[in-house]
T-cell receptor
Framework: KQEVTQIPAALSVPEGENLVLNCSFTDSAIYNLQWFRQDPGKGLTSLLLIQSSQREQTSGRLNASLDKSSGRSTLYIAASQPGDSATYLCAVRSGGSNYKLTFGKGTLLTVNP | DTGVSQNPRHKITKRGQNVTFRCDPISEHNRLYWYRQTLGQGPEFLTYFQNEAQLEKSRLLSDRFSAERPKGSFSTLEIQRTEQGDSAMYLC??????????????FGSGTRLTVV
């Protein structure tokens, strides 16, 4: 059974700082990994999707990496802004059941002005 | 098409009442999923449709829950005899059918259910 863990559970940083969020998963047989952002009381917004054959994806100030063999992914946020404050969720689409995602519990990020 | 649409956004109901939520996926997506998210947790899989066929249901989906997707378009999730433990955010997502698992999910804004 796939399990996804996100560390840290919460992170508070001053504006302008670069930061890294971590995600680990127990079964490396995945199709892809997706990072989402969730604002309080809202749905999920997709940030980046990394296929199992890829090592990283970039979008603006965001960079996500994937090391499938070790079961790890990181989300790097450059020059953080108060508007980045949200919960960031990591989800993997596993090879055994290619139609559903397994999520971590998320990292609550607060960027202080 | 502006994405996945869910209605209502919020629902407050008394324990024991029935509630129904609606999800309209992206029109060209033939895969539709329901997830449930409780406070401080990641979303958990409930059920999955490919077109109108319901292909899997999680053990989280007790017999008080039923989901349908008539004609492979919108979907409804009904909860009968609601309990306080049903209070959660119910999220709908869709993805393309072609290309297999290569495509990511698009989620809706969710329906927050509060059972009092």
């Amino acid at each position: 059974k796939q399990e996804v863990t996100q560390i840290p559970a919460a992170l508070s940083v001053p504006e302008g700082e670069n930061l890294v969020l971590n995600c680990s998963f127990t079964d490396s047989a995945i199709y892809n990994l997706q990072w989402f952002r969730q604002d309080p009381g809202k749905g999920l917004t997709s940030l980046l999707l990394i296929q199992s054959s890829q090592r990283e994806q970039t979008s603006g100030r965001l960079n996500a990496s994937l090391d499938k063999s070790s079961g790890r992914s990181t989300l790097y946020i450059a020059a953080s802004q108060p508007g980045d404050s949200a919960t960031y969720l990591c989800a993997v689409r596993s090879g055994g059941s290619n139609y559903k995602l397994t999520f971590g519990k998320g990292t609550l990020l607060t960027v202080n002005p | 098409d502006t994405g996945v649409s869910q209605n209502p956004r919020h629902k407050i109901t008394k324990r024991g009442q029935n509630v129904t939520f609606r999800c309209d996926p992206i029109s060209e997506h033939n895969r539709l999923y329901w997830y449930r998210q409780t406070l401080g947790q990641g979303p958990e899989f409930l059920t999955y449709f490919q077109n109108e066929a319901q292909l899997e249901k999680s053990r989280l989906l007790s017999d008080r829950f039923s989901a349908e997707r008539p004609k492979g378009s919108f979907s409804t999730l009904e909860i009968q005899r609601t309990e306080q433990g049903d209070s959660a955010m119910y999220l709908c997502a869709s993805s393309p059918g072609t290309g297999g698992p290569l495509y990511g999910y698009t989620f809706g804004s969710g329906t927050r259910l509060t059972v009092v």
